[in-house]
């Protein structure tokens, strides 16, 4: 019997992965074609073992990180492992098929083979700009079902044996609006993934596979145990929350607590809907991850075994766990409403530890259209920052991504404007909150302004646009998101969600995001300017 492996070589083993993880993203984000990857950083990678559990991860949005293991998992069980070789990659974009979120996040998973056997997989995320659909941008809110949403990639292979298969590219290709954009986003994955790959090889080469097996036996144990050792502080019991959503519907969840369990239960919610904003079962699943992580061991540290003592359970053919053809190209916005109304019921039970209500949207904005420059044609893709929730402490922070958009960045004005022909008129903070919103008051949100250079089409998706943002410990509530268009002619209007919505030289978008909840009443007496 081998002697087991000395801590020492443990250590540098698992180091070796997550700096495996950490090149995968430089490399994407150096070589990527779109801003909205190698600006905004809309992406994620990671590596993670044979059979698909998740062994560390890059940089990036944490909600994609969590897509990863996941679609490795789809593509085996699609695939079958007598079916995966050396040399093979593989492509999926649809949530019914490993892809999780919706069709312009594209996963390549690579898996990694040492002396033909497979040892584990390296997978990046990114957004791609355009991938056919019924608008620009391929995020129409006006469709029924996913046919309509673009093209699906349904765990395909991408390479075979080492050899690319060219008419995989060539449907890539044809069927985006934007074919030198998604190829070049295509390639930058591809390298990023063999990147790592090589990494990965290059370890087990060194150090031998058993070893490296026992890295991950041990990083997958330290997992566990820092999530059960952060699970013990949390108050035990079933905790319950319903919500109004800006349609009117009521989202519910229970969240039970033992001492080695974390239970979230998503049954009882709406049945899907025939327009997209469903989310798939692993969509869910990530939602609830997001929230244990951050109450058991809010770290950079993440694997497998972090989430091994938590369960959530959905109800197929809810919003929570579509199923069949319901589209999903807002998915986004179900997920982090999820995941806010998850936070806001342990706020209530543990007001202390955790911030109020932060703006709650990813205020996904599609801008596309032809350069008047140029005639290039583009599509701006956007997210928005806003203000987050005040805590016991102190003040919420201004002008943040949303909790579950991670440590990502808005696309810089000049960028915006040189690729995009679209005049920013202003980037601004918005109004402070009322003086008497809490003892500590909200983040504030971000006022922004674009102005057509050239004929457009203007997509959104803003949730939280009439139900305001919730305070915590008796805080008041924040804001609400806000997107109106301003015509040349006079007129405007107001939008949430909408798509293909068409814009003339000189018509102006005005954007404002929400503030974030209060925390706490005010003391008598006390007046904050």
């Known amino acids: 019997m081998a002697p087991a492996a000395d801590p020492f070589t443990v250590s540098v083993i698992q180091a070796g992965l997550i700096a495996s993880a950490d090149e995968m993203f430089a490399v994407l984000k150096k070589t990527a074609m779109s801003p909205i990857i190698y600006e905004v950083l809309d992406v994620g990678t990671g590596i993670t073992d044979a059979a698909g559990n998740l062994i560390s991860s890059g940089a990036g949005i944490p909600t994609f990180v969590g897509v990863l293991d996941k679609a490795v998992r789809r593509i085996i069980e699609i695939h079958?492992?007598?079916?995966?070789?050396?040399?093979?990659?593989?492509?999926?974009?649809?949530?019914?098929?490993?892809?999780?979120?919706?069709?312009?996040?594209?996963?390549?998973?690579?898996?990694?083979?040492?002396?033909?056997?497979?040892?584990?997989?390296?997978?990046?995320?990114?957004?791609?700009?355009?991938?056919?659909?019924?608008?620009?941008?391929?995020?129409?809110?006006?469709?029924?079902?996913?046919?309509?949403?673009?093209?699906?990639?349904?765990?395909?292979?991408?390479?075979?044996?080492?050899?690319?298969?060219?008419?995989?590219?060539?449907?890539?290709?044809?069927?985006?609006?934007?074919?030198?954009?998604?190829?070049?986003?295509?390639?930058?994955?591809?390298?990023?993934?063999?990147?790592?790959?090589?990494?990965?090889?290059?370890?087990?080469?060194?150090?031998?596979?058993?070893?490296?097996?026992?890295?991950?036996?041990?990083?997958?144990?330290?997992?566990?145990?820092?999530?059960?050792?952060?699970?013990?502080?949390?108050?035990?019991?079933?905790?319950?929350?319903?919500?109004?959503?800006?349609?009117?519907?009521?989202?519910?969840?229970?969240?039970?607590?033992?001492?080695?369990?974390?239970?979230?239960?998503?049954?009882?919610?709406?049945?899907?809907?025939?327009?997209?904003?469903?989310?798939s079962r692993d969509g869910a699943v990530i939602s609830g991850q997001m929230i244990f992580k951050a109450l058991t061991d809010p770290t950079l540290f993440a694997n497998a075994g972090s989430f091994r003592p938590l369960e959530v359970i959905t109800e197929p053919g809810t919003i929570f766990h579509a199923t069949g053809s319901a589209p999903h190209g807002f998915y986004f916005e179900t997920r982090i409403r999820l995941y806010d109304m998850l936070w806001q019921a342990m706020a209530k039970v543990m007001p202390a530890r955790l911030p109020a209500g932060h703006f709650a949207s990813i205020c996904g904005t599609v801008l596309a259209g032809v350069h008047p420059d140029t005639g290039r044609r583009y599509t701006m893709v956007e997210p928005q920052m806003g203000g987050w929730g005040a805590t016991a402490e102190r003040d919420g922070l201004d002008a943040m991504y949303s909790a579950s958009h991670g440590d990502t960045f808005n696309c810089p004005v000049e960028i915006c404007e040189a690729r995009y022909g679209i005049e920013v008129g202003y980037k601004k903070l918005a109004a402070p909150p009322a003086p008497d919103q809490g003892r500590f008051r909200g983040g504030r949100g971000v006022m922004t302004q674009y102005r057509m250079g050239g004929q457009a089409m203007l997509s959104v998706g803003f949730s939280r646009n009439r139900v305001p943002v919730w305070g915590a410990n008796g805080g008041r509530a924040g804001g609400t998101n806000r997107v109106r268009v301003h015509r040349r002619n006079g007129a405007s209007e107001n939008l949430g969600f909408a798509s293909g919505v068409a814009l003339e030289p000189g018509d102006e978008i005005e954007i404002e995001t929400a503030g974030g909840g209060g925390w706490g009443t005010m003391p008598a007496g006390e007046v904050r300017g």
Not at 138 to 144: E, L, Y
Not at 182 to 208: C, F, H, M, N, P
Not at 224 to 238: D, F, I, V, Y
Request: charged share 20%; proline share 6%.
């Open 80 to 279: 079958g492992d007598g079916h995966i070789q050396p040399g093979d990659m593989f492509i999926t974009n649809d949530p019914y098929f490993g892809g999780v979120t919706h069709l312009n996040d594209v996963v390549i998973a690579l898996p990694v083979f040492v002396n033909g056997e497979r040892v584990a997989w390296s997978a990046s995320i990114a957004h791609w700009n355009d991938v056919g659909g019924k608008v620009a941008g391929s995020m129409a809110t006006d469709v029924g079902e996913i046919f309509a949403e673009g093209l699906r990639l349904p765990a395909v292979k991408l390479f075979e044996g080492g050899k690319k298969i060219a008419p995989v590219f060539d449907i890539i290709a044809v069927n985006s609006r934007l074919p030198d954009f998604v190829v070049g986003d295509l390639w930058a994955q591809i390298a990023a993934g063999r990147r790592a790959e090589k990494r990965i090889v290059q370890l087990v080469e060194t150090y031998g596979l058993p070893d490296f097996f026992t890295a991950l036996a041990d990083l997958f144990e330290t997992g566990e145990q820092r999530a059960l050792s952060g699970l013990s502080g949390l108050p035990n019991g079933k905790f319950t929350i319903t919500e109004e959503q800006d349609d009117g519907t009521c989202w519910r969840a229970a969240i039970t607590i033992s001492p080695n369990r974390f239970e979230v239960d998503l049954r009882g919610n709406p049945a899907q809907r025939a327009a997209p904003y469903n989310t």
